[in-house]
């Protein structure tokens, strides 16, 4: 379709393939995991070392998951209104039969956490403090696993209450409960200012630690447990919902069908416990990585810091976080910039790392982010890319209504439309119909995201090109087992990735798994 402005046109672009085992492909991951099983499977079954920490209720909770995980779980029969084909739902078989790996339900290293202290500590007048609190209950009791324990843990399960969910996040009240006195006041909320005692050698501060974090017990578990293993945290109410029913009879929280959680929850655990991911894309160019870039103000910091992160994303669709440096990083509301040394130190790494894992540096290196680069910043990551390596700069910026394109019949826009603006400029639309699944899943008109290619090393890719790359990321999360993702990768997961790096409990260096903030 062309319109009558010179230059403005409407492509779509084809759903990108998947590569499971065998070399075989799919349009979706649970089809081709089903059919073929994950791309880098070995022959024999991987046993999963996992630990458990949680109440005695959330262990009987998990343990009766776990049983149901291995023996497969149907999708329930469609509803009244409900087409009888869902083709967007699908049977889950068996965590053996699908992926390839098993566990021991009665076999995992369960350690047991006490309700009546989790409920205490929540009560905890001062937010950040009861958190604090909270999260120690569990990390302390893994900590002395690891001590006395010769085991290694694959992965580490958080089964939480509700209480926990409730009471330790961010924009919790924890109305309706009577509060108790801590350690700290109620309204404090950051370090206090004692100058005059902080310069004495034996003056003890490490009590102020918890003002460092966010109060938020995922982001803290997540934190303290990068340099240890990746962990999955979980609600008792998502591994068991009809044990929370209501006066009326009726589950507490509306969750997914069991099918469907089985098959995220399955295709996390594989994750974070294997070598590989369980799909990759299929026609991804050789030679290419691509960095999500991520700025998060640091939080309670006196000079008003930020951290900046990059997140590597390689063609086979594993991931690799780097953490840059804190400093000034925040120019103005909106905008964020490097500087000159600390641009081409991250890119640096970045490269380093590529080089390490592949043999040489790559061909093209995309930076996806939702902001600009000024001059000197982008000649810093120039000058970080060897001769060769071409460096380009891609901003995507989601939409509010701005943009809006109508088809004829019952469903929006086809996922994979663009209009095109011009050579740098076009608007893609990653969510919409599903042919392939003879739906739409979304409440309203999909939005398209907003993409521009801002500069380049040596020659400009084409919009096109961008455009396929970006359509490919939103079909790797391996957090999920969707059919995509409304942003690609780089993007879906800039701001999580941030939000643990700037927690205080977090660890300074190096590179990371992606799978370690999942």
């Given amino acids: 379709m062309r319109f009558r402005e010179p230059g403005l046109a409407v492509e779509h672009l ?11 492909r799919s349009h979706h991951p649970k089809d081709g995991l089903f059919l073929y099983g994950p791309h880098a499977a070995g022959r024999k079954i991987s046993e999963v070392r996992i630990g458990v920490v949680a109440t005695q209720s959330g262990i009987k909770h998990f343990r009766g998951w776990s049983k149901r995980l291995l023996q497969g779980i149907s999708v329930p029969p469609p509803g009244p209104t409900e087409k009888k084909d869902r083709l967007h739902l699908a049977d889950f078989a068996g965590l053996e039969e699908t992926f390839g790996i098993t566990f021991d339900p009665d076999g995992c290293s369960e ?3 006490d309700l009546k202290d989790i409920d205490r500590a929540t009560k905890i007048e001062n937010k950040h403090e009861a958190v604090d609190t909270v999260a120690r ?4 009791r893994v900590r002395r696993y690891l001590r006395n324990e010769e085991r290694a843990i694959d992965v580490w399960i958080f089964v939480v209450p509700e209480i926990v969910y409730d009471r330790c996040r961010p924009e919790s009240k924890r109305t309706g409960i009577e509060l108790t006195s801590g350690r700290a006041s109620k309204k404090q909320k950051a370090r206090a ?6 310069t004495l050698a034996d003056f003890d501060t490490s009590s102020e630690d918890i003002f460092d974090d966010v109060p938020d017990f995922r982001r803290r578990i997540k934190a303290e447990f990068l340099a240890i293993a990746p962990t999955q945290v979980l609600r008792e109410t998502t591994l068991d919902p009809d044990a929370f029913l209501n006066s009326a009879g009726y589950p507490t929280r509306k969750t997914q069908d069991a099918a469907t959680v089985a098959w995220n929850l399955a295709t996390g655990l594989y994750y974070k416990s294997q070598p590989k991911p369980p799909w990759r894309l299929s026609d991804i160019r050789p030679g290419v990585c691509y960095i999500g870039m991520v700025y998060k103000n640091l939080p309670n910091n006196r000079d008003n810091h ?6 590597m994303f390689l063609n086979e669709g594993d991931g690799v976080v780097f953490r840059g440096a804190n400093g000034p990083w925040k120019t103005d509301e909106y905008e964020y910039h490097l500087s000159p040394a600390a641009a081409e130190d991250l890119l640096a790494t970045v490269i380093d790392t590529y080089t390490e894992m592949h043999g040489s540096p790559p061909k093209e290196l995309f930076i996806h982010g939702q902001a600009s680069f000024n001059d000197v910043e982008w000649k810093a990551f120039c000058r970080a890319a060897p001769p060769g390596t071409n ?3 891609v901003r995507i910026k989601s939409t509010g209504g701005d943009a809006k394109l109508f088809r004829n019949g019952d469903y929006p826009v086809i996922r994979g439309t663009a209009l095109l603006l011009d050579d740098r400029n076009a608007y893609l639309w990653t969510s919409g119909y599903v042919p392939q699944l003879d739906t739409y899943i979304g409440p309203e008109t999909p939005n398209p995201l907003f993409i521009t290619v801002l500069r380049s090393k040596y020659s400009r890719p084409d919009i096109q090109s961008v455009l396929t790359d970006i359509m490919g990321l939103t079909k790797i999360n391996y957090n999920s087992c969707n059919f995509n993702d409304g942003l690609p990768v780089t993007v879906r997961f800039a701001k999580m990735v941030g939000d643990i790096l700037v927690m205080g409990s977090a660890k300074e260096g190096g590179p990371q798994p992606f799978k370690y903030y999942l």
Avoid: H, K
């Avoid at 084809?14 to 075989?24: A, S, V, W, Y």
């Avoid at 209950?137 to 302390?140: P, S």
């Fill in 391 to 393: 460096v380009v700069g």
């Fill in 193 to 198: 200012s004692m100058p005059l005692f902080e």
């Fill in 14 to 24: 084809n759903e990108p393939e998947l590569e499971f085992r065998f070399g075989q």
């Fill in 137 to 140: 209950i569990y990390t302390d």
């Fill in 111 to 113: 350690l047991i956490v």
């Fill in 306 to 311: 930020v951290c900046c992160a990059a997140q």
